[in-house]
């Protein structure tokens, strides 16, 4: 069955602020474990979240994620201090951004994150010496464009971490663009192919064999698209489904998770 307590809901920072605060709610009364926004130039995930935050109680808020590059982690602390989000709660992302001096930028960042916030820190890792790095010194793992194929494979890379350093595994997490009507599959399309042509993507893609669609799902019978989470939940601690909708407003993201809730329905879960 859908493992509703390991879902995630996804969508871009620069969701106009008023959807996220009726899209929210909606969220965390279906069921799912967090949400999470884009951190993009036009789209500030860690004001949007103070949004979310507004208007839930339970709900896990998470950035998908900052490029340190962009936004170090000193104006990181100073914005959580300017807004005041319920850190207990905050799924703090965090990626390189420019690739190059990567590992030394998280490795840095990291650290004084940990002496600034007691969020849940997670960094976003394509390849393996990021995510073998981020196993060792992160509180989860955000991964991105994988099959269940590679997903495993990471989960596997993740615990042979733990094993080698005697400590707890990390949590594994994936954002996974789904799409589940026509409209949202166009842009899925198109969104699949912008990455595909970004360099660090797509050595990632040619190292597991796949097409970035072959990483992303599109279905519209609920059976199926139960089947197609399933292939994910069972192998991860969480799935973020980032939802490709045909516009970024509230009826298409209700209609989106209206879709999963019947998936969920239609595979039997609670």
Do not use: H
């Amino acid at each position: 069955m859908i493992f509703r307590n390991k879902l995630g809901f996804g969508v871009a920072g620069s969701v106009a602020r008023a959807v996220i605060r009726e899209l929210a709610p909606m969220v965390e009364a279906a069921g799912f474990r967090s949400f999470w926004l884009n951190d993009t130039p036009n789209g500030d995930s860690l004001a949007g979240l103070k949004v979310a935050a507004e208007v839930t109680s339970t709900l896990e808020l998470g950035t998908g994620v900052i490029p340190l590059d962009r936004k170090p982690a000193t104006p990181i602390l100073e914005d959580l201090a300017k807004l005041d989000l319920p850190v207990d709660r905050l799924w703090l992302g965090i990626g390189t951004g420019n690739p190059k001096g990567g590992l030394a930028r998280i490795r840095e960042n990291t650290a004084i994150l940990r002496e600034g916030t007691p969020a849940t820190i997670v960094i976003g890792a394509l390849g393996p010496k990021i995510r073998k790095l981020g196993a060792e010194i992160a509180d989860g793992l955000l991964l991105n464009w994988l099959t269940p194929g590679a997903a495993a494979t990471a989960m596997e890379d993740l615990r042979g971490v733990a094993k080698e350093t005697g400590t707890p595994p990390v949590r594994g997490m994936l954002y996974v663009r789904t799409a589940v009507d026509p409209a949202g599959l166009r842009n899925l399309v198109e969104e699949a192919g912008r990455y595909q042509a970004i360099t660090q993507y797509r050595n990632n893609l040619d190292r597991i064999g796949a097409k970035a669609m072959d990483a992303a799902i599109y279905e519209k019978e609920p059976e199926r698209i139960a089947f197609r989470i399933n292939q994910y939940a069972d192998i991860l601690d969480d799935v973020v489904l980032r939802a490709v909708t045909g516009k970024p407003d509230v009826a298409s993201y209700s209609s989106f998770l209206a879709a999963v809730m019947a998936a969920a329905g239609a595979d039997g879960a609670s």
